[in-house]
Nanobody, 124 residues
Framework: QVQLVESGGGLVQAGGSLRLSCAASGRTFSNYFMGWFRQAPGKEREFVAAISWSGGGTYYADSVKGRFTISRDNAKNTVYLQMNSLKPEDTAVYYC?????????????????WGQGTQVTVSS
């Protein structure tokens, strides 16, 4: 089992920045691909970013490429999502997730564990 706890969400104006954190406990953190997903009201949960076990590989949705950066610190069992130039359409609940797989990491069904989510609201 892996337990994931997100933090860092909040209310920010358009153009602002936030950094989300996801602290993991349980199994060996470095054995898992980590991902961030988001879900806006009335919409499907969608992929935002993912990072490989060592952090050498990163993947982004086109909608956030160039604005968001995913990173991880395996010594601290934590994955981060730095979000810059935020837009109102980035408003959603953001979830981190852990996967033992290294393929199809942009799809939510390959992830084994999920956090409870943290709300991000971007005002215009």
């Amino acid at each position: 089992q892996v337990q994931l706890v997100e933090s860092g969400g909040g209310l920010v104006q358009a153009g602002g920045s936030l950094r989300l954190s996801c602290a993991a406990s349980g199994r060996t953190f470095s054995n898992y691909f980590m991902g961030w997903f988001r879900q806006a009201p009335g919409k499907e949960r969608e992929f935002v970013a993912a990072i490989s076990w060592s952090g050498g590989g990163t993947y982004y949705a086109d909608s956030v490429k160039g604005r968001f950066t995913i990173s991880r610190d395996n010594a601290k069992n934590t994955v981060y999502l730095q979000m810059n130039s935020l837009k109102p359409e980035d408003t959603a609940v953001y979830y981190c997730a852990a996967s033992r797989k290294s393929y199809r990491v942009t799809t939510k069904d390959v992830y084994d564990y999920w956090g409870q989510g943290t709300q991000v609201t971007v005002s215009s």
